[in-house]
């Protein structure tokens, strides 16, 4: 049996009372129900989605693209309620449906994931004829997109640890034609996951760096950093979402570090200048004129080196969670003896599947991460790459030193920086916003390496990346 595992919007359908329906008339509800399903069927094929199971009275479906789920859904419930509205006798199927974004196991016809179970819970909370979307789902679509929802906060969802933050999509009148509004220009929309759009380009010594482009607007470079993957990105709880919200208003462009994720694995060279190499070979590959480069952590100082290199190519400069400094040149003997104590960790123990050495790491980079943040993240540094580069990559990182480059860089720059970060400590992001001239610095709030979606700080970052680039 073939299987095929991807990040797609699950939708779940169910009918409302189909056991009371049956006991009025049983083989006139029966009809019905088929009748409806066949409509969110037909509904579903039309906007882009496949139906890949019809269960007694229960429909599981999926798409690509979050505007065409919402869009289907909308269409779906205004033609079901027309339908229903021509029936003199009062057996008339009315629907709910969940939607929920997630990684599925798709077999045949079958479907099976963590993605699954929640849409299913989530169409539970809905009412008669109603849509409840998980946030993700909502964050997914592009505000440009004329949906009204209502947020039903913080939701407890049996099975799952973590509160689940869900919305209504209302149903306003003429939600028709607002759905076909909505299907023509989700056409522009980019798919959640594309493996099409993975490409490849060359760097100066001919390691194949993997790429990828999303969203529409003003070129935004996301500067590749260690553990990474272009593929399991978008499921990364502390990653994904940077993504999905800023790809609403910029050109998303973001690629894989040598070494590391989708690009070349065996035999590279990882060293500084060679990253500073990629980042420039990936622009060129692009051809923009001028772009805004985004680089977290580590790739803070690639990014720096690169402005300073290319100055007339960057209108834009973000810094988030970065240093100037590795752990190695801060004069910090205790950081230098972390240093040392983390590479061995991972040269003994990142293969393992035993995820305990991987831990270390995922501690320290997302301290608030739930139990099942943190099982993902484990799993995901593995597939990231081999430990042997990662333990170069750690070594590298750790003997960066590009203050001396700082009082150079003269293009707007904003440095954001998470308080108790424990990667890269506030000093050095206070070093980096007092030394390149005219620097912004945005303080937040957490404890996280990169915040999650959760966080109470994470808005407070996205209004000042915006603002922040508003002049593009």
Same mark, same amino acid.
């Given at each position: 049996m073939a299987?095929?595992?991807?990040?797609?919007?699950?939708?779940?359908?169910?009918?409302v009372?189909?056991?009371?329906l049956?006991?009025?008339?049983?083989?006139?509800?029966?009809?019905?129900?088929?009748d409806a399903?066949?409509?969110?069927?037909?509904?579903?094929?039309?906007?882009?989605?496949?139906?890949?199971?019809?269960?007694?009275?229960?429909?599981v479906?999926?798409?690509e693209?979050?505007?065409?789920?919402?869009?289907?859904?909308?269409?779906?419930?205004s033609?079901?309620?027309?339908?229903?509205?021509?029936?003199?006798?009062?057996?008339?199927?009315?629907?709910?449906?969940?939607?929920?974004?997630?990684?599925?196991?798709?077999?045949?016809t079958?479907?099976?994931?963590?993605?699954?179970?929640?849409a299913?819970?989530?169409?539970?909370?809905a009412?008669?004829?109603?849509?409840?979307?998980?946030g993700?789902?909502q964050e997914?679509?592009?505000?440009?997109?004329?949906?009204e929802?209502?947020f039903?906060?913080?939701?407890s969802?049996?099975?799952?640890?973590?509160?689940?933050?869900?919305?209504?999509?209302?149903l306003?009148?003429?939600?028709?034609?607002?759905a076909?509004?909505?299907?023509?220009?989700?056409?522009?929309?980019?798919?959640?996951?594309?493996q099409?759009?993975?490409?490849?380009?060359?760097?100066g010594?001919?390691?194949?760096?993997?790429?990828?482009?999303?969203g529409?607007?003003?070129?935004?470079?996301?500067?590749?950093s260690?553990?990474?993957?272009?593929?399991?990105?978008?499921?990364?709880?502390?990653?994904?979402?940077?993504?999905?919200?800023?790809a &609403?208003?910029?050109t998303?462009?973001r690629?894989?570090? =040598?070494?590391?994720? #989708?690009? @070349?694995?065996? +035999? $590279?060279?990882?060293?500084?200048d060679?990253?500073?190499?990629?980042?420039?070979s990936l622009?060129?590959?692009?051809e923009?004129?001028r772009?805004a480069?985004?680089?977290?952590?580590q790739?803070a100082?690639?990014s720096?080196?690169?402005?300073?290199?290319?100055p007339?190519?960057?209108?834009?400069?973000?810094l988030?969670?970065?240093?100037?400094?590795?752990?190695r040149?801060?004069?910090?003997?205790?950081?230098?003896?972390?240093?040392?104590?983390?590479?061995?960790?991972?040269?003994?123990?990142?293969?393992?599947?035993?995820?305990?050495?991987?831990?270390?790491?995922?501690s320290?980079f997302?301290?608030?991460?739930?139990?099942?943040?943190?099982?993902?993240?484990?799993?995901f540094? &593995?597939?990231?790459?081999?430990?042997?580069?990662?333990? =170069?990559?750690?070594? #590298?990182? @750790?003997?960066? +030193? $590009?203050?001396?480059?700082?009082?150079?860089?003269?293009?707007?720059?904003?440095?954001?920086?998470?308080v108790?970060?424990s990667?890269?400590?506030l000093?050095?992001?206070?070093?980096?916003?007092?030394?390149?001239?005219?620097?912004?610095f945005?303080?937040?709030?957490?404890?996280n390496?990169?915040?999650?979606?959760?966080?109470?700080?994470?808005p407070r970052?996205?209004?000042?990346?915006?603002n922040f680039?508003?002049?593009?």
């Amino acid at each position: 049996m073939a299987t095929e595992t991807k990040l797609v919007v699950m939708l779940h359908a169910d009918i409302v009372g189909s056991t009371a329906l049956v006991q009025k008339d049983e083989r006139v509800s029966h009809e019905r129900i088929q009748d409806a399903f066949r409509r969110l069927s037909e509904t579903i094929s039309s906007h882009g989605g496949t139906t890949h199971e019809i269960r007694g009275d229960a429909l599981v479906a999926v798409f690509e693209r979050a505007s065409d789920a919402v869009a289907a859904a909308l269409a779906f419930q205004s033609a079901n309620a027309a339908a229903n509205q021509t029936l003199i006798d009062d057996i008339k199927p009315e629907v709910r449906i969940g939607m929920a974004l997630g990684e599925v196991v798709i077999a045949d016809t079958t479907l099976t994931g963590v993605g699954v179970v929640l849409a299913q819970r989530l169409e539970q909370l809905a009412a008669p004829s109603g849509i409840v979307i998980q946030g993700a789902v909502q964050e997914a679509v592009p505000r440009r997109l004329p949906f009204e929802y209502i947020f039903l906060g913080e939701q407890s969802v049996k099975g799952f640890d973590d509160p689940i933050r869900a919305f209504s999509v209302a149903l306003t009148p003429g939600a028709d034609t607002l759905a076909a509004v909505a299907r023509e220009a989700s056409r522009t929309e980019i798919g959640l996951v594309d493996q099409s759009a993975v490409r490849y380009c060359l760097s100066g010594d001919g390691v194949s760096i993997a790429h990828a482009q999303v969203g529409e607007g003003y070129p935004l470079v996301l500067v590749g950093s260690w553990m990474t993957h272009l593929e399991k990105d978008w499921e990364n709880p502390s990653w994904g979402h940077y993504l999905s919200h800023l790809a &609403k208003d910029f050109t998303i462009i973001r690629y894989d570090q =040598r070494g590391n994720g #989708m690009s @070349d694995w065996d +035999d $590279v060279d990882i060293s500084f200048d060679k990253m500073v190499d990629d980042l420039e070979s990936l622009i060129d590959c692009y051809e923009y004129e001028r772009v805004a480069i985004f680089g977290a952590s580590q790739a803070a100082s690639v990014s720096i080196a690169y402005t300073r290199r290319h100055p007339e190519r960057v209108s834009h400069l973000i810094l988030h969670g970065g240093y100037a400094r590795g752990r190695r040149r801060r004069g910090d003997p205790e950081a230098a003896a972390e240093s040392e104590a983390l590479v061995t960790l991972i040269r003994q123990g990142w293969g393992r599947d035993n995820p305990a050495f991987r831990q270390t790491m995922t501690s320290l980079f997302m301290p608030d991460a739930s139990q099942q943040e943190a099982a993902w993240f484990n799993e995901f540094q &593995k597939a990231c790459g081999p430990g042997a580069n990662i333990a =170069r990559f750690r070594q #590298m990182f @750790d003997e960066i +030193d $590009v203050t001396e480059l700082l009082d150079c860089i003269n293009v707007p720059t904003l440095v954001v920086h998470c308080v108790e970060d424990s990667v890269a400590p506030l000093s050095e992001g206070k070093l980096l916003a007092s030394r390149i001239p005219g620097a912004q610095f945005v303080t937040l709030n957490s404890k996280n390496h990169m915040m999650f979606e959760r966080d109470p700080e994470f808005p407070r970052f996205l209004h000042s990346v915006r603002n922040f680039l508003r002049s593009v």
